[in-house]
Structures are given as structure tokens and as C-alpha cells.
């Protein structure tokens, strides 16, 4: 034996000392290798929309609907299928709404508790016993684990498992024990959570998602465009601060920043009212339902938004002077502006402006800092990075999260994988595809995580800002955005936002070939592998589907956002991949909570696409399964030195 192979027995015999621990291990990961898959939920662009968000992470994407099917098929009414899973994703919430109606009897109770344990042997059966111990509330493991292994027993042992129903009823114990499994049931209906970017922008409740996303059992992230926005701020990139406050200016969502992290605005929007006082800033009117038109408060968030808007511009210019090799000076715009004529040129063309009043801007030098946005700038760069709910969020984002994840064959991330024109991938700071992304990643850390003082620390910092919108960043994938032209011009040729040809490419049949070479890039199957993206719209009214590069392609972008489904038709697709393969599905816009809990409503959900297996995946067939043979095998070999006298069994 190998001096290596044998310092590695000899830690693995710390664990199983003997012949017997070590066989009895191998037996308990052979068997699980036989089991069923478990599910995977794959969810991108969440934008803030924690009701909508939270109440697909309640149903799984109908996988909680489809377990019910399974189970009850015969034995209950469609609205007695619709009042059960309602109370699965609600449960406290239900029973408060149904005592109110004074419809909770004993009755009720004992129906109700059978059917919520016979729905959760039905979504437990996959996992080992070992697993779902670990996943049971403790104030009820005992009594669950008796109840789910309860079927197909004597009369004896039937009238116990009667008799603990009615003990805890008895003890008023059964709405929590209600809620407990309802709980419980959510759990179990999906193994691990798939996130692709996009937690914050527009929506009112990205923190809260964040929140939640931390409580829940299994959790991977790909970062997301917005994602990155709000990590550069809080590390202290001050370009990304004032766009983070400009986006949350103009859809109104400013009590993200002052309620939900603390960070105070009040000296930005005293100087915003002083100094746009005379400015009517009527393109600045914040796009909310909320927003009263001409009101004293949507006025005053109008200035905000423009006095970020111009803070950002000088806070970029700084940036782009410092980074020749962003290549981003065409961005410079305003040193290509003549105030008294209100006219911009771009490219030798002359354009007209829609909006030429800028109070705070010095001409002679218009992208240098006035005294007062000097202290400002000191002042939100302090409240952005020591904000203590923000920090821990950003934490767990690089915790959990990356510029792209792997597992089981699936390439997943938020944008794209850059690419030129002619099908080559993009070259940035000499790396491409793969490299590109895990250079990406580290510099990302580092802007994070370094000490104010490490000489890379400006360096990384300033790379938040470029991830957010530079023309080869991954999480972009655009050549450009076109921020000011669209506030500030009415000529809509201006606006376009060119994407990269990555999305070109993987369109149609032909895009089965690229996939493939991103697939084999990254070190995985051509063949069995797939990708799977966020970050784009699908428009469903434009006849496009989420389905592209022949299969190989899921986008999932997850629609979300209200401000979107206008345009898109729905409100975007989720992924399921189980067992038995593949399952998108299409979502129509959520109505409410209120209306979920108090009228069954569920999000309407419809698969678009089924890509079965032949055989059942099991988890021999995962990751995971490499690694447990990966286990099997070195105890086999533990085994061996046991019996052979190589290593003393203990």
C-alpha cells in the first residue's frame, strides 16, 4: 500500500474503526444510491416580488398540486384537492380565515390531519428515513415519524396511530401540528433551490427574499446583474450606489433603503429639493401605481432620481478614467453636451435634448464633484457599507452564491456567456468563456472582501461597476446601456441596447452546436448536459419560446416583476428537474396572498415543455452518486486493510 493511500485510510478509520462500522456504511450508501432523485427548483429574476416569489417557493411550481394528484387521485373532488394544497402553502393563514367562518371542527381536524400524512408519506418516499428525521420540526419528530410509517399495520397498531390524533387534539396542540407538517411538506417537495440572479431590482421586497432564502433548507445562487449592483454599493463602489438609489427612486421602492437596510436619504433628498427646485424633472416621475401624479411626494422622489442620475454620471466618469481597459469612454456624454443649445453629439451626429437643466453640473468641468456631493458621496459610501442587515445579506450572497453553478450536467447562470460576432467567445483582460467567469468570480470577492487598505482593494471594487454594465460582462450581455439617452433624449434610435451575439447564436437548431462548445468549455457533456439561463424576458406574445438551442437551452427568466408581463404575456417560467426528467412551466401573474388563502387561488401554471427519462434517475446518477461511490469505494478499501492486516481495527 502507498504511503498516500495509507494516511487516507487511517483518516477514514477515525470514522469506522472497524470492519463492522465501515461495511455497515457501505451497505447505508449503497442503498441510497438506489433511491429516486431528488428535485431540483430552478428560479431566475425574481426582481423583488417576495408575494409572488414566496408563493411559488410555497407550491414548488405545482410540484406540491402534482403530489396531491398522485395521492388523492380518487379519493377527492378537485376542490377538496384545491382546499388541501391551499392549506399546505398557507396554513396558518387558512386556519385563521376558516375559524373565522367557523367551519374547524373535529371532524375536520381528524380529516385533514389523515390527509396531510398521507400526502407526506407520499412526498418523503424518496429520501431516507435518516433525512427526513433530520428535516422534522422538533417539537413533533417523535409523533411524525410514528404517523409517516404508520400505513398497511395491524388493528392494534391502528388504533394507536388514532389514539395520538386524538391526543392531539385534545391538547389543542392541532394547529400547530398542522402547521408543522404543512411545513414540513414544503420541504420535502424540493431537495435543493436553484437561484439565477436578479433577487433585487424593482419589486418592493428583496430583502425579504433574502430573508427567507436564508431559513430555507438548500440553496445555491448564480448572481445576477442587479445582484452584482447591490454588492458593488455596499462594498462602496460609489457608481453602483447612485444607481441603486436612482433604480429605487424610480419605481418608487425607496423604503428598500431607508426601512429595509437603514440607510438614510434624507440629507440626498434635501439637497435634490434645494438644488432641482426650479427643475420640474417631469421624465423622472417615478413608474409606480402607488405614485400620485403631481403630488408633493412624487415630485421630490423626481428630483432624487435626477440628482442620483448626474451623481452616477460623475461617479462613472471617475471610474472609466481609471480603467482604459473597459474600453467605456463613449459613455462620457456629458462633456459632449452645449448647454446653451441644448444639443448632444455622438459620433459626429447632432441630437436634440429633451432635458437640459442641470444645477449641479460645472461646465468647465462636468464631471468633478461639488463640495456638497463631495460630502454626499462620504456620507452614503459610510451608510452603504456599514449597513448590518445589508452586510449580512451580501454575505450570504457570496456564501451561496457564484457567477455560474454545476450540478448534474447543468450549466446554470444569470446572462451569457460573451461572445464575438464570429461565434468565438469574447476575450476580457485575456480570458474567455469559462476562465472569463472564474476570473469574474475572484475579482468579485476580493472587491468584497478585501481590507480597505490592500493595494487590489480599489481595483476589485471598481469591477462591481463594469460587471453591472460593461459590454463583456457575462451578467450584462449587452454592448451598452443607455441610461442617459433615454432620460434625457426623445430620439429612440439612442436608446437601443445592442445584446451580445451570444443570444443569436443559441437560437434554433443551430444553436444545439454552440451549446455544446459552452458545454464542453465548462468541462461538461456535450451530449447529456444543458444550459440554463436567466436574465431575458421571454416574450410569449411574440411567439418565442423558453426553449432554444434544440433542448439544450432553458431560459427561465422567472417574469416576476409586473413591470415586465406586459410585454412578456405571463409571468415567466420556472424549471423542474426530478426524477423523471425535465418540466417547464409557464405562470400566469399572481393576483395576492388574500386571495390565495382566502379563495384557493393558485398561480395558474402550465408545462410548455416535458423532456422525459427512459429509466427513472436515481441518485446513482447525480453528483451526488460520484460522490458516494467515490465514499463506497475507499471504505471497500478500509475494508480490505482491516482484513488483511494492513490497518488495526479499534
Not at 389523515?114 to 433530520?134: D, E, H, N, P
Not at 409571468?571 to 395576492?592: C, D, E, K, R, V
Request: one cysteine or more.
Amino acid at each position: 500500500m502507498e504511503v498516500q493511500e495509507k494516511r487516507v485510510l487511517e483518516l477514514l478509520s477515525a470514522r469506522f474503526p472497524n470492519v463492522a462500522s465501515a461495511t455497515s456504511e457501505i451497505i447505508n450508501l449503497s442503498a441510497i444510491l438506489q433511491l429516486p432523485k431528488g428535485t431540483e427548483h430552478f428560479l431566475s429574476d425574481l426582481h423583488g416580488e417576495y408575494e409572488a416569489f414566496c408563493h411559488i417557493l410555497r407550491n414548488a411550481s405545482g410540484v406540491v398540486r402534482i403530489k396531491i394528484e398522485e395521492v388523492f387521485q380518487n379519493t377527492l373532488t378537485e376542490s377538496e384537492k384545491t382546499a388541501l394544497a391551499t392549506l399546505v402553502y398557507y396554513p396558518e393563514e387558512r386556519l385563521s380565515y376558516l375559524r373565522k367562518r367557523g367551519t374547524l371542527t373535529d371532524k375536520w381536524y381528524e380529516r385533514v390531519l389523515s390527509q396531510l400524512i398521507q400526502l407526506c408519506r407520499g412526498v418523503s418516499a424518496k429520501y431516507t428515513r435518516s433525512k427526513v428525521r433530520k428535516a422534522l420540526p422538533s417539537e413533533f419528530a417523535y409523533i411524525i415519524e410514528e404517523l409517516l410509517h404508520g400505513e398497511g399495520t395491524s388493528s392494534d397498531k391502528s388504533s394507536y396511530y388514532k389514539s395520538i390524533t386524538r391526543s392531539i387534539l385534545q391538547t389543542d396542540r392541532g394547529d400547530a401540528f398542522l402547521v408543522a407538517i404543512s411545513h414540513l411538506i414544503q420541504r420535502l417537495a424540493v431537495d435543493c433551490l436553484y437561484i439565477l440572479g436578479d433577487i433585487f431590482d424593482r419589486g418592493p421586497g428583496p430583502h425579504v427574499i433574502l430573508d427567507t432564502l436564508m431559513n430555507y433548507h438548500s440553496v445555491e445562487l448564480a448572481w445576477g446583474n442587479h445582484d452584482i449592483l447591490w454588492m458593488g454599493a455596499a462594498a462602496g463602489n460609489l457608481a453602483c450606489i447612485f444607481s441603486v438609489i436612482r433604480i429605487s427612486a424610480r419605481y418608487d421602492q425607496l423604503d428598500i433603503l431607508e426601512n429595509g437596510y437603514g440607510i438614510s436619504l434624507r440629507k440626498l433628498i434635501a439637497f435634490a429639493d434645494d438644488s432641482y427646485r426650479s427643475d420640474p424633472c417631469i421624465r423622472f416621475y417615478p413608474k409606480s401605481e402607488k405614485s400620485v401624479p403631481d403630488g408633493t411626494e412624487t415630485k421630490s422622489i423626481a428630483r432624487l432620481q435626477k440628482a442620483a442620475m448626474v451623481l452616477q454620471m460623475k461617479a462613472e466618469a471617475a471610474l472609466i478614467a481609471r480603467h482604459p481597459e473597459y474600453n467605456m469612454e463613449n459613455r462620457l456624454l456629458l462633456h459632449r453636451l452645449q448647454p446653451e443649445s441644448g444639443a448632444l453629439t455622438i459620433d459626429g451626429k447632432i441630437y436634440p435634448m429633451a432635458d437640459c437643466m442641470f444645477p449641479t453640473v460645472d461646465w468647465g468641468n462636468p464631471y468633478r464633484f461639488t463640495k456638497q456631493e463631495q460630502e454626499l458621496c462620504h456620507r452614503l459610501c459610510y451608510d452603504f457599507t456599514h449597513s448590518v442587515r445589508l452586510r449580512e445579506h451580501i454575505r450570504f450572497l457570496l456564501a451561496k452564491g457564484a457567477m455560474y453553478q454545476i450540478e448534474n450536467q447543468n450549466l446554470m447562470y444569470h446572462g451569457c456567456i460573451p461572445m464575438e460576432a464570429d461565434g468565438s467567445f469574447a476575450e476580457f483582460s485575456g480570458y474567455r468563456g469559462k476562465a472569463l467567469l472564474d476570473y469574474c468570480d475572484k475579482i468579485v470577492r476580493k472587491g468584497y472582501l478585501l481590507e480597505e487598505e490592500h493595494p487590489e482593494k480599489e481595483f476589485c471594487c471598481d469591477f462591481f461597476w463594469y460587471l453591472w454594465c460593461g459590454t463583456y460582462s457575462p451578467l450584462f450581455g449587452k454592448y451598452k446601456m443607455a441610461t442617459f439617452e433615454r432620460y434625457f433624449t426623445d430620439d429612440t434610435s439612442l436608446w437601443e441596447e445592442r445584446k451580445n451575439p451570444y443570444y443569436g447564436f443559441l437560437e434554433g437548431e443551430q444553436g444545439r452546436e454552440y451549446a455544446q462548445k459552452i458545454l464542453q468549455d465548462f468541462g461538461l457533456s456535450p451530449h447529456q448536459g444543458h444550459l440554463i439561463n436567466g436574465h431575458v424576458p421571454v416574450r410569449q406574445t411574440r411567439g418565442e419560446s423558453p426553449v432554444k438551442a434544440g433542448g439544450k437551452l432553458f431560459v427561465i427568466d422567472g417574469g416576476l416583476s409586473r413591470a415586465y408581463q406586459s410585454r412578456t404575456g405571463i409571468a415567466g417560467y420556472t424549471l423542474i428537474y426530478n426524477s423523471h426528467g425535465y418540466l417547464l412551466t409557464a405562470h400566469q401573474p399572481f393576483s395576492s396572498k388574500e386571495d390565495a388563502v382566502t379563495k384557493g387561488t393558485d398561480i395558474v401554471s402550465r408545462p410548455v415543455a416535458v423532456s422525459h427519462c427512459r429509466e427513472r434517475l436515481l441518485v446513482r446518477d447525480t453528483d451526488t452518486g460520484v460522490l458516494l461511490s467515490r465514499q463506497i469505494e475507499e471504505l471497500t478499501r478500509l475494508v480490505q486493510a482491516y482484513r488483511q492486516g494492513t490497518l488495526r481495527e479499534h
